[in-house]
């Protein structure tokens, strides 16, 4: 099976542009979704598609594909966007499945 | 309001069953494909299991393949994932999650609140 890695931890200044990488094969046949996770609360979806936002994500959150890296961008980051950041794709090796990142967590000072 | 409600949860032996349910509520059900996500105590997301509209596509993670089995009922708005032989390591809090579209892919745009599993003697 595929799978998907993320760097642990990013950190970003109140303000400022953070991108959030997504790395794996199967970014080479599929986009990435990406989803933000704040602590006890369940996973909500930010971008998915070529970059697409669902309704009342911010624009601030942009997302891109090159080769097999997806990205994650936060052009502003506010202090509510700390949170952990997953990537998830379809899985290259078919059979109808899922696989995510290990997740990025993400401190805004 | 759209909503996703699991249940079924709880404390259960290694090597036994559990079975878990989400109730789906205030969008069109047999229209979208429906996944299985846990999320063990400290740790990320991994998806577990995931279903097609009507059935007839149905995947699973390496981890579960052939212990668990998920399943659908249309007609209830209801989604479920039957749990055998169950190990520690499938301790986690295991939330139902709504894909955008009506085949498995990877844009989960509703989530539940999760139910917690526990698997110890």
Same mark, same amino acid.
């Given at each position: 099976?595929?799978?998907?890695?993320?760097?642990?931890?990013?950190?970003?200044?109140?303000?400022?542009?953070?991108?959030?990488?997504?790395?794996?094969?199967?970014?080479?046949?599929?986009?990435?979704?990406?989803?933000?996770?704040?602590?006890?609360?369940?996973?909500?979806?930010?971008?998915?598609?070529?970059?697409?936002?669902?309704?009342?994500?911010?624009?601030?959150?942009?997302?891109?594909?090159?080769?097999?890296?997806?990205?994650?961008?936060?052009?502003?980051?506010?202090?509510?966007?700390?949170?952990?950041?997953?990537?998830?794709?379809?899985?290259?090796?078919?059979?109808?499945?899922?696989?995510?990142?290990?997740?990025?967590?993400?401190?805004?000072? | 309001?759209?909503?996703?409600?699991?249940?079924?949860?709880?404390?259960?032996?290694?090597?036994?069953?559990?079975?878990?349910?989400?109730?789906?509520?205030?969008? !069109?059900?047999?229209?979208?494909?429906?996944?299985?996500?846990?999320?063990?105590?400290?740790?990320?997301?991994?998806?577990?299991?995931?279903?097609?509209?009507?059935?007839?596509?149905?995947?699973?993670?390496?981890?579960?393949?052939?212990?668990?089995?998920?399943?659908?009922?249309?007609?209830?708005?209801?989604?479920?994932?039957?749990?055998?032989?169950?190990?520690?390591?499938?301790?986690?809090?295991?939330?139902?999650?709504?894909?955008?579209?009506?085949?498995?892919?990877?844009?989960?745009?509703?989530?539940?609140?999760? !139910?917690?599993?526990?698997?110890?003697?």
């Amino acid at each position: 099976s595929s799978e998907l890695t993320q760097d642990p931890a990013v950190s970003v200044a109140l303000g400022q542009t953070v991108r959030i990488t997504c790395q794996g094969d199967s970014l080479r046949s599929y986009y990435a979704s990406w989803y933000q996770q704040k602590p006890g609360q369940a996973p909500v979806l930010v971008i998915y598609g070529k970059n697409n936002r669902p309704s009342g994500i911010p624009d601030r959150f942009s997302g891109s594909s090159s080769g097999n890296t997806a990205s994650l961008t936060i052009t502003g980051a506010q202090a509510e966007d700390e949170a952990d950041y997953y990537c998830n794709s379809r899985d290259s090796s078919g059979n109808h499945r899922v696989v995510f990142g290990g997740g990025t967590k993400l401190t805004v000072l | 309001e759209v909503q996703l409600v699991e249940s079924g949860g709880g404390l259960v032996q290694p090597g036994r069953s559990l079975r878990l349910s989400c109730a789906a509520s205030g969008f !069109t059900f047999d229209d979208y494909a429906m996944h299985w996500v846990r999320q063990a105590p400290g740790k990320g997301l991994e998806w577990v299991s995931g279903i097609s509209w009507n059935s007839g596509s149905i995947g699973y993670a390496d981890s579960v393949k052939g212990r668990f089995t998920i399943s659908r009922d249309n007609a209830k708005n209801s989604l479920y994932l039957q749990m055998n032989s169950l190990r520690a390591e499938d301790t986690a809090l295991y939330y139902c999650a709504k894909d955008k579209g009506s085949m498995v892919s990877d844009a989960f745009d509703i989530w539940g609140q999760g !139910t917690m599993v526990t698997v110890s003697s």
